[in-house]
């Protein structure tokens, strides 16, 4: 079965430079999360996106903007690259629902070091 | 901020012996999920509970959600070597049109042959 695809899966930046992570959903899912998870931390929430639109937001610093495409797949950039945002990024995707909470299903990640 | 409390926070036991592992909360969640995850890769879903009470069984693996959908719990029976890995729980709270996961800190299982 079809899963999430992430790219790149590593990255090494600069302080101070910018980055674009890609997420392509499974098909047929239109919402999408990203997720931050630091060394030996859980997941945290970034942002979600559904039907193209933001809908909603979480500890994602003002750095950093994303959007969802009209074939679903979101992109995460990051600007002004600091060292704690090493981290591995996942995004997650999962179809919408007429009501109720959705399993969401996650990538492989994009690990970024920021040196 | 809906905060999960995950424990034990590390285990490490001999194949063959049981275990659970507890995610407790003081707020209430739409669905609460339990992921699996390796070093360096992506959460793996295990399954979801959305029913107060609700039980589920996956193989040597059982997953409880608490009546008043706060608190979950992951025992597996008879562990084996490959059970092995970061076990998360993760809650499912409305954000709009959709849903946000809040996850724990995980419990870090080690299974020694």
């Known amino acids: 079965a079809a899963g999430v695809i992430q790219s790149p899966r590593h990255l090494i930046k600069e302080k101070r430079e910018t980055a674009t992570l890609k997420c392509y959903p499974i098909p047929r899912h239109d919402t999408v999360y990203w997720y931050q998870q630091g060394p030996g931390q859980d997941p945290q929430f970034l942002i979600s996106f559904y039907e193209k639109m933001q809908s909603d937001k979480g500890s994602i610093p003002d750095r950093f903007s994303a959007q969802q495409f009209s074939d679903y797949h979101s992109e995460l950039n990051m600007s002004s690259l600091e060292l704690g945002d090493s981290a591995l990024y996942f995004c997650?995707?999962?179809?919408?629902?007429?009501?109720?909470?959705?399993?969401?299903?996650f990538g492989p990640g994009t690990r970024l070091t920021v040196l | 901020t809906q905060l999960l409390e995950q424990s034990p926070q590390f285990l490490s036991i001999q194949e063959g012996e049981n275990l659970t592992v507890y995610c407790n909360s003081s707020s209430v969640f739409s669905s609460l999920q339990w992921y699996r995850q390796e070093p360096g890769e992506g959460p793996v879903l295990l399954v979801t509970?959305?029913?107060?009470?609700e039980v589920k069984k996956l193989k040597r693996l059982t997953f409880q959600f608490g009546d008043a959908r706060k608190d979950s719990s992951l025992h597996i029976t008879a562990a084996q070597p490959g059970d092995t890995g970061l076990y998360l729980c993760?809650?499912?709270?409305?954000?709009?049109?959709?849903?946000?996961?809040?996850f724990g800190k995980g419990t870090l299982l080690t299974v020694n042959p």
């Open positions: 997650a995707s999962t179809p919408q629902m007429a009501s109720g909470p959705n399993e969401q299903f």
């Open positions: 993760a809650g499912a709270s409305s954000g709009g049109s959709n849903y946000k996961l809040t």
């Open positions: 509970v959305v029913t107060g009470g």
